[in-house]
């Protein structure tokens, strides 16, 4: 799933695609809003909130979308091939007279009045790459359920906004803290640095093609999608399994050296190695 640092840079594109422009096509292709017409009006400007995007449209509308696992906008320049997918993948189609946003697979797509955006976004905790950031806000969010796996407390946006299963995994292994430890077990220095280092990590990445927690070339990530390799630091195999229940199950990664706390017995079953790392 796109993280927010990822939704940042998608939010950049498209705001330097359409911001400012009138649109000369709309095509939203969901039965909902299978008779919106938005041509003629000009995009005021597309904002990131957390992993949600809001393009706001004159005459007080915005426009909703969320990627989650496998959504994706794409900008086209006049006359390119579009790339991103098959036709019936696209389910949104913003055009002006030089460019076209095609979003393709997107899961949430919603046409709101603009005064009522926080129907959408209004549940999240403080954005880390967002103007409402609050650190403090966002540490007693995380405490607020001290019993709660550190890891699931992290994924969960409304405690912060922006963190995906990626940095999950990351942020627990620069902590030294497995996933599933309780978030009020965490010690309480590196709980107070947690949530200014959650927003460094996404920081250097929003402009960065390549995540990286690292600063190592070739070796961009600590643990996530290195499993069975070893620690970069110890040099102890990197583990694998899933967190979470039911549907909310995600792959997680850890080093049973470096970080403490409890974890899956080694038998248990393992996240699926080599999955792509989301970017």
């Known amino acids: 799933m796109p993280e927010g640092d990822t939704v940042w840079q998608t939010a950049r594109r ?87 946003a095609v ?78 430890l309780p978030v009020g077990a965490l010690p309480a220095d590196r709980a107070a640095k947690l949530p200014e280092l959650a927003r460094k990590l996404l920081e250097a990445n929003r402009d960065r093609p390549v995540r990286s927690t690292t600063g190592r070339r070739g070796q961009d990530l600590f643990v996530y999608g290195r499993a069975p390799r070893p620690c970069l630091r110890c040099q102890t195999s990197v583990r694998a399994a899933d967190q979470g229940a039911g549907s909310r199950e995600r792959p997680t990664y850890w080093c049973p050296t470096c970080q403490t706390g409890p974890a899956p017995a080694p038998d248990a079953p393992q996240a699926r190695r080599n999955r792509p790392t989301a970017r």
């Open 103 to 180: 979003g393709y697979r997107l899961p949430v797509l919603d046409l709101l009045r603009t005064t009522d955006e926080h129907r959408a976004v209004g549940h999240l905790g403080p954005d880390l790459l967002g103007p409402d950031w609050d650190p403090e806000h966002a540490l007693a969010n995380l405490l607020a359920d001290p019993a709660r796996p550190l890891g699931e407390a992290l994924l969960d946006q409304r405690n912060l906004a922006g963190v995906g299963n990626v940095y999950k995994s990351e942020l627990c292994f620069l902590l030294g803290a497995t996933p599933w």
């Open 14 to 100: 498209l705001h330097g695609a359409l911001a400012g422009k009138v649109l000369t096509r709309s095509d939203l292709r969901v039965p909902r809003y299978a008779t919106a017409d938005l041509t003629g009006r000009a995009v005021l400007d597309v904002t990131p909130r957390g992993k949600h995007l809001l393009t706001r449209i004159e005459g007080g509308l915005t426009l909703h979308t969320h990627l989650q696992m496998d959504g994706s906008w794409k900008v086209y320049a006049a006359g390119q091939r579009w790339s991103g997918g098959p036709a019936h993948q696209i389910r949104v189609i913003l055009g002006t007279a030089d460019r076209t």
